[in-house]
């Protein structure tokens, strides 16, 4: 009897994993960022590092409260086209003409969103509003780093349909939780971005080409494993986690020839490219006369409901789900 609850207790201690790079991966790409910043912005940006770093996750946490947040982490490419995708409409509206507004929320409109967030951070510059500002480079960065992973360009996007459940969680929060803390970080500076949307689609277009290798060489890998060495247990008081072993994730990182640094590098000089060219076209407003304007009683509602249903979790996250290992995910 006591062996069956154990058992019991260990299946239900899986460990999930259900955002988007990870947190640790999240905060790393903005934290790094900052460093690539111009002489003129990097005081500000280092001055408010730590915020910019924690706030990273927020839209990861708002998709436990708000439905409308899930579609603006991804994009279910494959629904629509083919490589090169040459029919798939760039700007919003021509997408809403041939497609309806409905069709592209049901699977994911993280491009548009990104250019979105370009004009919210701009008008925060112009406003010299200082929260609104550090508040909407936080959370672009989050949206451009999810843009960066294959797996937010696909409907099979944890291996649900191709017998390859988990494999969100193992290449965007395993991988780089193990090894990223040896990733080469020299990246270089923040550059202006003449044609933003060019830009934004080219990252799309390049993770989505991707993802031949993410599923084929994982698939390989496989073959070739044991079940008791693809996983390992991570026991932290009463709780058990399963997660990919890391003699498992270190093959497959391998065989990938360093994708997922790659993805992580790239996601790290387009959030600095973005924050410079919002600022630039800003009109380059001077730091110094960037004002703290209290939060309104709305502001502060919409964050403590979103902390609230975050902590709670009472309802599953919204959107693509995804666990290290376990069932599979649902929209």
């Known amino acids: 009897m006591q062996k069956k609850v154990f058992v019991f207790v260990l299946l239900i201690s899986i460990y999930v994993q259900t955002n988007a790079w990870g947190f640790w991966g999240h905060q790393r ?3 790094i960022a900052v460093f690539l910043l111009p002489p003129e912005m990097i005081s500000f940006y280092k001055g408010n590092i730590d915020y910019i770093t924690q706030h990273a996750v927020d839209p990861d946490k708002r998709r436990y409260a708000i439905a409308d947040e899930a579609p603006r982490h991804y994009i279910d490419l494959d629904h629509y086209c083919t490589l090169p995708c040459d029919s798939m409409p760039h700007r919003w509206k021509e997408a809403v ?3 309806s507004e409905d069709t592209l929320k049901a699977y994911g ?4 969103h990104i250019q979105t967030m370009m004009y919210r951070l701009e008008d925060a510059f112009k406003a010299k509003d200082k929260n609104k500002v550090l ?3 936080a959370e672009i960065g989050h949206y451009i780093a999810d843009s960066n992973v294959p797996l937010h360009t696909t409907e099979n996007y944890n291996g649900q349909m191709s017998d390859q459940v988990g494999i969100h969680g193992f290449w965007e929060s395993r991988i780089p939780e193990l090894f990223g803390e040896d990733y080469d970080y020299f990246i270089g500076k923040a550059e202006f971005i003449a044609k933003p949307n060019e830009r934004i689609w ?3 277009m390049e993770s989505h080409a991707s993802l031949d290798s993410v599923f084929g ?4 890998l496989n073959a070739t494993f044991a079940e008791d060495g693809k996983y390992s247990f991570d026991v932290r008081g009463i709780n058990t986690s399963k997660l990919y072993s890391e003699e498992y994730t270190k093959a497959y990182s391998k065989m990938m020839d360093g994708m997922v640094e790659r993805k ?7 959030v600095a490219d973005v924050w410079y060219t919002c600022w630039v076209n800003a009109g380059s407003p001077d730091f110094k006369k960037i004002e703290n304007h209290e939060l309104t009683i709305e502001e502060k509602a919409e964050l403590e409901a979103q902390e609230k249903a975050w902590k709670e979790k009472k309802k599953p996250m919204y959107g693509h789900q995804h666990a290290e290992t376990g069932s599979e995910g649902k929209k």
């Open 109 to 112: 409109i993280v491009p548009w």
């Open 202 to 204: 080219a990252s799309i």
């Open 97 to 99: 003409a041939k497609y």
């Open 217 to 220: 060489f994982e698939t390989q």
């Open 135 to 137: 508040r909407t480079s």
């Open 29 to 31: 790409i903005n934290r």
């Open 264 to 270: 992580m590098r790239r996601s790290i000089k387009m």
